[in-house]
C-alpha cells in the first residue's frame, strides 16, 4: 500500500538509546509499548530504571533503555519475558535465545523495518506492529490521534509506518504480510472510533461521497478522509473498497453530492471511464441541474486527469481544504476545476 506522501522528513532519533534520561511515557513511545507494560515488567522481572526523581517519578537511562531494547528483540523472536529480561539484565550474550529464533524467527527476519528519519512515535508504532503486540498498536494509535490531530497524525506517524510495512513486504516476498494486515486493521479501528462533529446547522447540505474505484481494495486513506470530514462537521457517505461501477453512479445520482472523492492505489485499478462518466451524471429540474465535483485521489490516476472538470487530491491536509472550499461555495455541485498538482496519496 502507499499511503500519501510523507511530508519533508524531521531530524529522526538515533538507531540507539536517547542519550538522555527519559520518562516512562517516552520510553514506551520509543519502544512501541504501553506504559503499563514497562510497569509490569519491572514488577515481574526487576527490569526498572536506575534513577528516580523524588523517589516517586521513573527516569530511564540509555543504559536501561538498551536493556529494554534488548528484552524487546528477544521476546520478538519467540523468547520467554522472564528469559529474554534475565539476558538482558545481565547483559547476557544472546546466543541461545539466537538459536531459539532460528526455529521461531520473527516476522520477516529479527531486523527492524527500515524507516529512515521518522518520529519516535513513528517508531515505536513499527516496533509494536512487528512484535505483533496488538494491544499496544491500538494504545499508540489513539494516543498519537489524540496528542497530534487526525491530520498530524495519519501524514507523519500512521502514513510512514504503513508505507514502511507495504515497502518491506513488496520486497520480501510473504514476510511481513502478517504485520501488515494487523496494523492495517487497528488503523482502521482508530479511525472508525473517531466520533464526527454534532450535526451541521443545515443538515439537507449535500454530503461528500467516498469511494474507491472497483478492484481497489485499498481503502485506509479514504477511511482517513471520511474521519477528517467527520470532525469538520461535514456530512459524508462512504462506501469502502472496490465500489462496483453501477453501484456507484447509482450512489451519486440518489445522493446528489457536491463531492465524488474516487481513490486508485494503481494504475491497474484506475478507470478513467468511470471517472468521465460520474463527471457527467446530473440530477435535478431541467435549467437548474447540479453535478458533482469529481475528485481524483490516489496514485493510480497517474499525471493526466480524464475529465475537464476533473481535480487532482494531494494529500489529507490540502485535500481537506478543497473539500472545505467546495462546501462553502454558493454553488458547490458545479464542479469547477481547482487543479492540484498530483494525486491524493501519489
Same mark, same amino acid.
Given at each position: 500500500?502507499?499511503?500519501?506522501p $510523507?511530508?519533508p522528513?524531521?531530524?529522526?532519533?538515533?538507531?540507539?538509546?536517547?542519550?538522555?534520561?527519559? &520518562?516512562?511515557?517516552?520510553?514506551?513511545?520509543?519502544?512501541?509499548?504501553?506504559?503499563?507494560?514497562?510497569?509490569?515488567w519491572?514488577?515481574?522481572?526487576?527490569?526498572?530504571?536506575?534513577?528516580?526523581?523524588?523517589?516517586?517519578h521513573?527516569?530511564?537511562?540509555?543504559?536501561d533503555?538498551?536493556?529494554?531494547?534488548?528484552?524487546?528483540?528477544? /521476546?520478538? $523472536?519467540g523468547?520467554?519475558?522472564?528469559?529474554?529480561?534475565?539476558?538482558?539484565?545481565?547483559?547476557?550474550?544472546?546466543?541461545?535465545?539466537?538459536?531459539?529464533a532460528?526455529?521461531?524467527?520473527?516476522?520477516?527476519?529479527p531486523?527492524p523495518?527500515?524507516?529512515?528519519?521518522?518520529?519516535?512515535?513513528? @517508531?515505536?508504532?513499527?516496533r509494536?506492529?512487528?512484535?505483533?503486540?496488538?494491544?499496544?498498536?491500538? +494504545?499508540?494509535?489513539? /494516543?498519537?490521534?489524540? +496528542?497530534?490531530?487526525?491530520?498530524?497524525?495519519?501524514?507523519?506517524?500512521?502514513?510512514?509506518?504503513?508505507?514502511?510495512?507495504?515497502?518491506t513486504?513488496?520486497?520480501?516476498?510473504?514476510?511481513?504480510?502478517e504485520?501488515?494486515?494487523?496494523?492495517?486493521?487497528?488503523?482502521?479501528?482508530?479511525?472508525?472510533?473517531?466520533?464526527?462533529?454534532?450535526?451541521?446547522?443545515?443538515?439537507?447540505?449535500?454530503?461528500?461521497?467516498?469511494?474507491?474505484?472497483?478492484?481497489?481494495?485499498?481503502?485506509?486513506p479514504?477511511?482517513?478522509?471520511?474521519?477528517?470530514?467527520?470532525e469538520r462537521?461535514?456530512?459524508?457517505?462512504?462506501?469502502?473498497?472496490?465500489?462496483?461501477?453501477?453501484?456507484?453512479?447509482?450512489a451519486?445520482?440518489?445522493?446528489?453530492?457536491?463531492?465524488v472523492?474516487?481513490?486508485? $492505489?494503481?494504475?491497474?485499478?484506475?478507470?478513467?471511464?468511470?471517472?468521465? &462518466?460520474?463527471?457527467?451524471?446530473?440530477?435535478?429540474?431541467?435549467?437548474?441541474?447540479?453535478?458533482?465535483?469529481?475528485?481524483?485521489?490516489?496514485?493510480?490516476?497517474?499525471?493526466?486527469?480524464?475529465h475537464?472538470?476533473?481535480?487532482?487530491?494531494?494529500?489529507?491536509? &490540502?485535500?481537506?481544504?478543497?473539500?472545505?472550499?467546495?462546501?462553502?461555495?454558493?454553488?458547490?455541485?458545479?464542479?469547477?476545476? @481547482?487543479?492540484?498538482?498530483?494525486?491524493?496519496?501519489?
Open positions: 500500500m502507499q499511503p500519501p $510523507q511530508p522528513p524531521r531530524p529522526g532519533p538515533p538507531t540507539g538509546p536517547p542519550d538522555v534520561a527519559l &520518562s516512562t511515557g517516552a520510553v514506551a513511545r520509543h519502544l512501541g509499548v504501553s506504559p503499563n507494560t514497562l510497569r509490569s519491572e514488577r515481574r522481572y526487576a527490569i526498572g530504571p536506575a534513577r528516580r526523581e523524588g523517589g516517586r521513573r527516569r530511564w537511562t540509555p543504559q533503555i538498551a536493556r529494554l531494547e534488548l528484552m524487546c528483540r528477544l /521476546t520478538a $523472536q523468547v520467554p519475558p522472564a528469559e529474554a529480561a534475565r539476558a538482558a539484565k545481565w547483559d547476557a550474550a544472546p546466543a541461545a535465545p539466537a538459536a531459539s532460528a526455529v521461531h524467527p520473527a516476522p520477516g527476519g531486523g523495518l527500515h524507516l529512515g528519519e521518522v518520529r519516535p512515535e513513528c @517508531r515505536g508504532l513499527a509494536a506492529a512487528v512484535r505483533l503486540d496488538a494491544p499496544s498498536v491500538a +494504545e499508540l494509535l489513539d /494516543t498519537a490521534l489524540a +496528542e497530534h490531530g487526525l491530520v498530524t497524525a495519519w501524514e507523519e506517524i500512521i502514513a510512514p509506518t504503513l508505507h514502511a510495512v507495504g515497502r513486504w513488496a520486497s520480501a516476498g510473504e514476510r511481513y504480510v504485520v501488515e494486515h494487523l496494523l492495517s486493521w487497528h488503523v482502521s479501528a482508530a479511525m472508525h472510533r473517531i466520533r464526527p462533529a454534532p450535526a451541521a446547522p443545515h443538515p439537507a447540505a449535500p454530503p461528500v461521497l467516498l469511494a474507491c474505484v472497483p478492484d481497489e481494495l485499498h481503502s485506509l479514504v477511511e482517513a478522509l471520511a474521519a477528517a470530514l467527520g462537521g461535514l456530512p459524508v457517505r462512504m462506501f469502502g473498497a472496490a465500489l462496483p461501477a453501477q453501484a456507484l453512479r447509482d451519486v445520482r440518489r445522493t446528489g453530492p457536491r463531492a472523492v474516487l481513490w486508485s $492505489q494503481t494504475r491497474t485499478t484506475a478507470d478513467a471511464a468511470l471517472a468521465r &462518466s460520474v463527471a457527467d451524471i446530473e440530477w435535478g429540474l431541467r435549467g437548474a441541474r447540479g453535478r458533482p465535483a469529481l475528485l481524483l485521489a490516489g496514485p493510480g490516476w497517474g499525471a493526466g486527469a480524464p475537464p472538470r476533473a481535480e487532482r487530491l494531494f494529500g489529507l491536509r &490540502s485535500g481537506l481544504e478543497v473539500i472545505a472550499a467546495l462546501a462553502a461555495d454558493a454553488a458547490p455541485t458545479t464542479g469547477a476545476g @481547482r487543479a492540484g498538482p498530483a494525486a491524493y496519496g501519489s
